[in-house]
């Protein structure tokens, strides 16, 4: 019997389990014949289901234990013992060696690969046992890389670029065939750049070098810095892959291009502008995997997240996110709604431009060639039988009107707003154009967010803070001995900070808040009716986390006002 279950096949299982449907495996095994993928990484890639649940049906199926590297910590001994090269090669990765019992954890996408569990105990010797977890395809390559750290061979192919000699290693990193090391370097470093979890490349001319710069957790740390002379080839080289004219420099052009990075698809959007030393080039990096999170994994303290899902259960109105440019509003847009994404609701979003491609939604970009601006794209998405409609940004009066015509007309309305905070949005909407009367009541509720770095959990350092630190603390540090500040250590690159978290105030809307809105109450009078029903500002928000040590005063300070406190 499970020798039976163990041969039975992924779609035939996942039907069984009623997580497809036949149609949906006959869809994915048509895609297949084109793209030769594994079927499990096609339906991954088709968005009928997540890469973690092929995973943990299957390893219950085969009696397996599943892993989820995100809780693993790299284990040295594991790792000297399995050469780099036949880890690669064979798909798997050590994760742990038990040296009492002598026993070796293997994490592999492939339990039945036998030759290659043979290979291995030949090469460990007897009186090694080998446990296997069963790991998803796409996360065990990640780690791959990160657990053994990948080899960059940008030096060795500027080398080749400078000397005209060869560089294999660099070859092998990316392929077997020879291809020109232009092409080498660019890809090089777009892939350098994903693995180090940056959001943008930029390639800025000087005078006489070439300036590289990684915006990694919202600061730009430079990478490298070349010679003039390589700008030219790498500049084409990124406008073809982008789809570019290349003959054009002297004005402003965009592009996309999209890459398959450890089987997982990286779209990059791209961006040139003519400065005075030659065309200044930036990629928007758009990983689909890490920016669009659920709601439960941003973080949130419990009391945010309990407003926010109160917020969601309001069946019709507007939802709005504010806050500058890089603070994470289109995130939290999409994490709301694969919150309420299923196929008994219809989503319809309009953007400019689509960044994150998402099944079960139906995705619009405005164009102004054929005149869909964000007015237009509404009053049209309207006739398309909506429950919940994505209004990129509001940015003038028609907009505005038709987001509150389709709130007003029993729809959900998710939109941004550029304001500095959950206050702020009442009178930037007056001043757009809306009148108070329809703002009242049609505003489910107000998010303003930043976003924070983490310090680094391995070396961040505790101390006691200064009377100056104490004051902007507020009431809260009275009897706090310490708090947290960055350092740095190989693990966080020597940056003290490893990775962001958002930091939000939340502004829930109820008939008294509706009535001051509604007779134009001065923005005294609303903090003071938001104070009172427990609403806490970025500044508090941002404080919170400091006590709890997850960031430093230093870096909320650095994203939000805290000068108030000082007064």
């Known amino acids: 019997m499970a020798e039976q279950r163990k041969r039975l096949r992924l779609g035939e299982l996942l039907i069984q389990q009623r997580l497809l449907t036949s149609d949906q495996i006959g869809i994915a095994l048509a895609e297949q014949k084109q793209s030769n993928l594994p079927l499990g990484r096609q339906l991954v890639r088709l968005g009928f289901i997540t890469e973690a649940a092929i995973r943990d049906i299957m390893a219950r199926t085969v009696g397996q234990e599943a892993i989820d590297f995100a809780h693993v910590v790299a284990d040295p001994e594991a790792l000297k013992l399995v050469p780099q090269d036949f880890a690669r090669r064979h798909r798997l990765l050590p994760i742990a060696y038990n040296s009492e019992k002598r026993q070796l954890s293997i994490a592999t996408a492939e339990i039945f690969n036998v030759v290659a569990f043979d290979q291995l105990r030949a090469a460990l010797g007897p009186g090694i046992e080998i446990k296997t977890h069963l790991a998803g395809e796409a996360q065990l390559e990640d780690y791959i890389d990160q657990f053994y750290g990948y080899e960059l061979s940008v030096d060795g192919i500027l080398q080749e670029i400078e000397t005209g000699e060869i560089d294999y290693s660099s070859l092998q990193a990316g392929g077997a065939e020879y291809t020109q090391p232009m092409v080498r370097l660019v890809n090089a470093l777009l892939v350098d750049a994903v693995k180090r979890g940056s959001s943008d490349i930029h390639f800025e001319p000087e005078y006489a070098f070439l300036r590289i710069r990684y915006r990694i957790d919202g600061v730009l740390d430079t990478v490298r810095s070349l010679h003039k002379t390589y700008m030219p080839g790498m500049t084409v080289r990124i406008k073809v892959i982008s789809g570019m004219n290349i003959a054009e420099t002297r004005a402003p052009q965009d592009g996309r291009l999209s890459l398959t990075l450890n089987g997982r698809p990286i779209d990059f959007r791209v961006s040139t502008h003519p400065t005075i030393h030659g065309e200044n080039i930036v990629l928007r990096i758009l990983d689909r995997e890490k920016s669009i999170l659920s709601i439960d994994k941003l973080n949130l303290a419990k009391p945010t997240l309990a407003k926010l899902n109160l917020m969601l259960a309001r069946p019709e109105g507007i939802l709005i996110v504010t806050g500058p440019t890089g603070s994470g509003k289109t995130t ?11 196929e008994t609701v219809n989503i319809m979003t309009l953007e400019d431009p689509v960044e994150y491609p998402l099944t079960l939604m139906r995705q619009t970009s405005v164009n102004d060639t054929v005149h869909m601006d964000f007015a237009n794209g509404i009053r049209s998405m309207m006739r398309q039988d909506p429950d919940i409609i994505l209004v990129g940004e509001i940015r003038d009066r028609d907009t505005a009107e038709m987001a509150f015509r389709a709130a007003m007309t029993g729809h959900q309305v998710f939109t941004t707003l550029h304001t500095n905070s959950a206050l702020g949005a009442f009178p930037r909407l007056l001043d ?29 350092e505790a101390y006691a803070p200064t009377p100056e630190e104490r004051r902007i603390l507020g009431a809260a540090a009275e009897n706090t001995s310490h708090i947290y500040r960055a350092a740095g250590c190989d693990k966080c690159n020597n940056k003290g900070y490893k990775g962001r978290s958002a930091v939000m105030e939340l502004l829930v809307m109820d008939s008294d808040m509706d009535e001051l809105v509604a007779r134009r109450a001065t923005a005294r009078e609303l903090r003071a009716a938001a104070l009172a029903r427990n609403f806490q500002s970025l500044a508090e928000e941002g404080i919170a986390r400091v006590l709890d040590g997850i960031t430093s005063l230093a870096e909320v300070s650095r994203a939000i006002d805290m000068t108030g406190r000082l007064v």
């Open 432 to 460: 757009i154009g809306i009148q108070p009367d329809i703002m009242a009541g049609n505003i489910i509720g107000v998010i303003a967010q930043r976003l924070v770095r983490v310090l680094c959990p391995y070396c961040r």
């Open 332 to 342: 939290t847009l999409y994490s709301l709604l694969a919150q309420v994404n299923d």
